[in-house]
């Protein structure tokens, strides 16, 4: 299948983050978000991490609307809305309304059903789960999930579609949490817990995976750069999924978000960010 416009549904990080990368690799994108202001922000953001040399070819392949009707000429629409089943849920039956018969639907969903989200669409062996990493642009995996209905011909067509944009794609089937994130909020969710029974503090629990097991970075600063709301979010789909512990959002973690200490993004969490 030839893949050649793309809608993204949502202007946030990721969502910017999968435009630009598309963007990138010359695909003429659709970016649709519900306000002007927030379009205009994200432009804004394109620029600022953006090659200066590319920055003008990857803006005028990127148009943006407030108008979902505008996904009825992409190949691909690729939604990447806040991490809420019901939400995600009314843009696919938005889309459904809207897209072509041909048209491939994905998420970009980290925990939430392919299956229940494939219910809102008409032909549901055109969906898949694409599930990018952040930053989209730099990051190599891009985790393909398959639907109990998704079809061989959708999957390779992902699958190669990825790996023409420089990804490494793995093909896992719908399970909650898919692989990436069971096995990153296992690791998490126990962080919080010794952290939370005084075991040692944050900054020796980090060190330990970031010096001893050669991770990149701890997993309570990755926490904090995910986003503390975005982490308690995926760690409830999957305890209320899977009805197992280890991925109950812990008292310290549900205590920063309702204070609005969510990270990076809001300048402090279980760190402070300048």
């Keep these: 299948m030839s893949i050649n416009t793309i809608g993204v549904i949502g202007a946030g990080t990721m969502g910017l983050g999968i435009a630009q990368l598309f963007a990138l690799n010359n695909h003429p994108v659709v970016l649709m978000d519900t306000e002007i202001q927030i379009l205009n922000l994200a432009l804004e953001r394109l620029?600022?991490?953006?090659?200066?040399?590319?920055?003008?070819?990857?803006?005028?392949?990127?148009?943006?609307?407030?108008?979902?009707?505008?996904?009825?000429?992409?190949?691909?629409?690729?939604?990447?809305?806040?991490?809420?089943?019901?939400?995600?849920?009314?843009?696919?039956?938005?889309?459904?309304?809207?897209?072509?018969?041909?048209?491939?639907?994905?998420?970009?969903?980290?925990?939430?059903?392919?299956?229940?989200?494939?219910?809102?669409?008409?032909?549901?062996?055109?969906?898949?789960?694409?599930?990018?990493?952040?930053?989209?642009?730099?990051?190599?995996?891009?985790?393909?999930?398959?639907?109990?209905?998704?079809?061989?011909?959708?999957?390779?067509?992902?699958?190669?579609?990825?790996?023409?944009?420089?990804?490494?794609?793995v093909i896992v089937n719908d399970s909650p949490g898919f692989v990436s994130n069971r096995l990153l909020f296992s690791l998490i969710g126990e962080a919080l817990h010794l952290l939370e029974n005084g075991i040692a503090d944050k900054e020796d629990i980090d060190n330990v995976m970031h010096f001893g097991i050669n991770h990149p970075i701890g997993p309570i600063m990755l926490a904090d750069l995910i986003g503390l709301d975005t982490c308690k979010n995926i760690m409830t789909v999957l305890y209320n999924d899977l009805h197992d512990e280890r991925y109950k959002p812990p008292p310290i973690l549900e205590s920063l978000v309702l204070e609005g200490k969510l990270g990076k993004k809001t300048g402090e969490g279980f760190y402070k960010h300048a």
């Design 47 to 169: 620029k600022q991490y953006t090659n200066s040399v590319l920055s003008g070819r990857v803006s005028s392949l990127i148009t943006t609307s407030t108008d979902i009707g505008n996904a009825k000429e992409c190949d691909l629409v690729i939604e990447a809305v806040y991490e809420d089943e019901s939400v995600k849920m009314e843009v696919f039956q938005a889309l459904s309304k809207v897209c072509r018969e041909s048209v491939i639907y994905a998420s970009n969903t980290s925990a939430i059903s392919i299956d229940k989200l494939a219910t809102c669409v008409p032909n549901p062996v055109n969906f898949v789960g694409m599930h990018f990493m952040n930053p989209p642009k730099v990051m190599k995996l891009v985790e393909i999930i398959r639907g109990s209905k998704t079809s061989d011909k959708i999957i390779y067509t992902i699958r190669d579609l990825a790996i023409s944009l420089g990804k490494i794609p």
